[in-house]
């Protein structure tokens, strides 16, 4: 979770934060100094951590319209501390949950837009977990080939 946000220097569409995450453990929180690179005529705004307490921190909001009242919003996400205390607890489930609460913010934002402009809130589409849903196939197909070889050893 975002707990904090300083702005630290601008140049033209590149911005530089710093930024503290609460970490949700009782462990120091993580702090990182994101640089974020705007390109309004894709409508994607991409970010990576410059440095800081994340090995890798990297992703990207883009815009796609679809019609004249909606749009789809995709967001990439990667983010890994490069050292892990709890090998029992997957990095994938907090990407995961990450994403959930960053298209939550966006969705009271576009909502509190949509109320002061006078229009009503449309219907929430719910995440689609591509990656996750890919790696969890993989393991299947991967779990159902190496039975079926062990299978035909005994054979």
């Known amino acids: ?90 990095s994938s489930a907090f990407n995961n949950s990450l994403v959930s609460e960053l298209l939550n913010s966006l969705r009271k934002q576009v909502e509190k837009c949509q109320l002061e402009n006078g229009s009503k809130p449309e219907e929430v589409i719910k995440p689609i977990w591509r990656k996750s849903r890919y790696k969890e196939l993989e393991k299947k197909k991967a779990k159902a080939e190496a039975k079926k070889a062990k299978k035909e050893q005994k054979d």
């Not at 390109?39 to 921190?57: C, V, W």
């Not at 749009?71 to 607890?89: A, C, D, K, N, T």
């Open 1 to 90: 979770k975002l707990k904090e946000i300083k702005l630290v220097k601008k140049e033209g569409s590149r911005v530089w934060l710093d930024m503290v995450f609460s970490n949700l453990f009782l462990f120091s929180d993580f702090k990182a100094r994101m640089v974020y690179d705007e390109n309004p005529a894709q409508m994607l705004l991409s970010y990576k951590i410059e440095q800081g307490d994340f090995k890798k921190f990297y992703g990207s909001w883009k815009l796609s319209p679809v019609n004249q009242t909606h749009s789809l919003v995709e967001l990439r996400l990667y983010q890994y501390v490069g050292w892990w205390w709890f090998p029992f607890i997957p």
